[in-house]
């Protein structure tokens, strides 16, 4: 196995040789996914850092790798120290322009151009050129050092059916088309895949835990085409033709850019360089996209297939909870969490893990975004609160839900840490907003407890998530950052305050929520609709972690509500030991 500090020595000779300064590693592929495929994992190929954030720059004698606070231990355990530095982003840290402004000299910069938007490689040539720096587009080098470099598993192509989609391809196509005429563009090119998957009703199993199929689109005034080499039955491609849209080979996507006269529309925050610069008869045209947003509000079946999906969901986590109360000795955090994904395999239609499970005790779970293995997991004790952040895919829907258990008797300061992040959660879900609220106005609500013990976290709030996609959807959040895009009916954001202690234990309080209509512009004092969120998660919070005295009286009403909703809805699906566990668990606070 060649060692990280040999694979840098090899990097720096193609720096020497194109006379750059630093090569740019975005931990992302061509399709911008979260979750790379093997194949595309060229930051963790060169620098073995494994989270799902972050990027590395190699400099002709140092390298660093960018993350946020989320991934500030694992980058510490994964990283040889020897070769790199960690600059942590966001929470007012220097921006990754701000450090590239801040050393002062003119930097050569490369980079891949098939993995970097539009809109970043606007940024970072802005940014080198206040020092007279250059952006420079090369290939992968990579790619020429990588020598047992996985290939593609690309698996089967499958329709998702209207019932669960609430909406026809050809409707789809439709609007867009529609839009694309007010746009004045002939053409529309997309390489995210959770916007080619909503657009033409297909799921596949191409990238871990997001049911996506590798592939790229082009859609025009009178035609779309699906550009990938994932398998696609005659009868599935036949269907898809009849809805307008012809399937081809992966490759042939640049080809059929380069091809189309008029106006091709790309959306600079996700369509490549690469994509750009193509040499084409058509001009390209910058815009934003609509399907991100038409795909983030939900219609009245997928939120309705998503209550579905969240109540099998808290069936496999009520009776996995109940089987940890009695089983916990001798297990660690590896098994217990493999127990866990063969509750959710008994559930009706679920279709794997939405993202690698957080499964945390003691000072594991101090980490925000750790991952057990065989070398770190540890033994769960009674001692520790241990956090389980996890989710599913179902047909329905996909789920997203974080809780703390205790196994033994609390301490008075986990009980009030527990209490302080619950109380942020419950003053977050119960907020009513009126309508072009964004999520940094929501953000400090979920805080403010913690604030005035003077604790807080380091990641944002709230993400949205897909029905039946990506667990992490855009385009709105709930996070301190400036994003501008209002919550609006339909939205499905989690709801996921917490505190962390480094070397003691961390606590996450996580529940899906729905945005949903409270007070209509008729019914207002000042003539706008309010919005306000639905729990769509149903699992109860661990009664032994909540110290009521902490808790206003609305408060205990508000968690006496949700786990009488819980029992109504889920005790008459459950048997034996696991619901008379629910029945205590959900049993009034007073």
Same mark, same amino acid.
């Given at each position: 196995m060649v060692q990280v500090s040999e694979k840098l020595s090899r990097l720096r000779r193609f720096l020497l040789s194109e006379g750059a300064d630093l090569y740019y590693i975005p931990g992302t592929?061509?399709?911008?996914?979260?979750?790379?495929?093997?194949?595309?994992?060229?930051?963790?190929w060169i620098s073995q850092f494994t989270g799902s954030a972050g990027d590395v720059f190699v400099g002709q004698a140092q390298a660093w790798l960018w993350t946020d606070g989320r991934y500030a231990l694992q980058a510490s355990q994964d990283l040889d120290s020897k070769c790199f530095q960690i600059v942590l982003s966001g929470q007012g840290r220097p921006t990754m322009r701000q450090w590239l402004t801040s050393q002062g000299q003119r930097l050569r910069f490369a980079v891949d151009p098939s993995v970097i938007s539009i809109s970043v490689a606007e940024e970072l040539r802005q940014t080198l050129a206040e020092t007279d720096g250059e952006l420079v587009f090369v290939d992968n080098w990579v790619d020429a050092l990588w020598t047992d470099r996985p290939p593609l598993e690309l698996k089967s192509l499958k329709l998702h059916p209207l019932k669960y989609t609430g909406q026809t391809t050809a409707d789809k196509l439709i609007k867009l088309r529609d839009w694309m005429r007010e746009q004045g563009m002939e053409a529309y090119a997309l390489n995210t895949l959770d916007s080619i998957a909503w657009l033409f009703n297909i799921r596949g199993a191409d990238i871990p835990y997001n049911p996506l199929v590798i592939s790229y689109a082009l859609v025009t005034l009178d035609a779309a085409f699906l550009c990938t080499d994932t398998k696609v039955s005659k009868e599935d491609a036949e269907v898809l033709l009849e809805s307008g849209v012809t399937v081809a080979p992966y490759a042939d996507f640049m080809t059929l850019l380069q091809s189309q006269a008029g106006q091709i529309a790309m959306y600079p925050g996700e369509a490549t360089?690469?994509?750009?610069?193509?040499?084409?008869?058509?001009?390209?045209?910058?815009?934003?996209?609509?399907?991100?947003?038409?795909?983030?509000?939900k219609n009245s079946v997928e939120i309705q297939g998503s209550r579905i999906a969240h109540e099998q969901d808290?069936?496999?986590?009520?009776?996995?909870?109940?089987?940890?109360? !009695?089983?916990?000795?001798?297990?660690?955090?590896?098994?217990?969490?493999?127990?866990? !994904?063969?509750?959710?395999?008994? @559930?009706?239609?679920?279709?794997?893990?939405?993202?690698?499970a957080i499964a945390g005790f003691g000072e594991n779970g101090a980490v925000v975004h750790y991952r057990a293995s065989s070398e770190t997991a540890l033994s769960i004790q009674d001692t520790a609160p241990f956090?389980?952040?996890?989710?599913?895919?179902?047909?329905?829907?996909?789920?997203?839900?974080?809780?703390?258990?205790?196994?033994?008797?609390?301490?008075?300061?986990?009980?009030?840490?527990?209490?302080?992040?619950?109380?942020?959660?419950?003053?977050?879900?119960?907020?009513?907003?009126?309508? @072009?609220?964004?999520?940094?106005?929501?953000?400090?609500?979920?805080?403010?407890?913690?604030?005035?013990?003077?604790?807080?976290?380091?990641?944002?709030?709230?993400?949205?998530?897909g029905s039946y996609?990506?667990?992490?959807?855009?385009?709105?959040?709930?996070?301190? @950052?400036l994003i501008k895009v209002p919550l609006q009916p339909g939205m499905i954001l989690s709801n996921e305050p917490g505190v962390y202690l480094a070397c003691r234990y961390g606590i996450r309080i996580e529940n899906l929520c729905v945005v949903v209509p409270v007070i209509s512009a008729e019914d207002s004092e000042v003539g706008r609709e309010f919005y306000g969120f639905e729990d769509l998660t149903l699992v109860p919070y661990q009664r032994k972690l909540i110290d009521i005295c902490l808790l206003t009286a609305e408060e205990i009403g508000w968690i006496d509500q949700y786990h009488r909703r819980i029992w109504d809805t889920l005790s008459d699906r459950l048997s034996g030991g696991a619901r008379e566990w629910l029945n205590q668990e959900t049993a009034p606070l007073q």
């Open positions: 592929d061509p399709h911008q996914d979260e979750y790379v495929p093997a194949h595309w994992q060229h930051r963790v360089v690469a994509m750009w610069n193509a040499p084409r008869v058509g001009k390209p045209m910058r815009v934003s996209s609509p399907i991100s947003l038409w795909k983030a509000c808290a069936l496999a986590l009520i009776r996995w909870m109940h089987w940890l109360t !009695t089983h916990w000795r001798g297990l660690d955090e590896v098994s217990v969490t493999d127990r866990l !994904t063969e509750f959710r395999q008994q @559930g009706r239609h679920y279709c794997g893990d939405s993202f690698p956090l389980i952040d996890s989710g599913g895919q179902y047909l329905e829907g996909t789920t997203d839900v974080t809780r703390v258990l205790h196994l033994g008797t609390p301490t008075a300061r986990q009980r009030r840490d527990y209490t302080l992040v619950l109380k942020g959660h419950l003053r977050l879900r119960h907020t009513r907003f009126p309508k @072009g609220t964004v999520g940094a106005h929501l953000d400090a609500l979920a805080r403010q407890f913690l604030w005035q013990h003077g604790l807080d976290y380091d990641h944002g709030t709230g993400h949205g998530v996609l990506c667990v992490h959807e855009g385009p709105a959040r709930i996070s301190p @950052g």
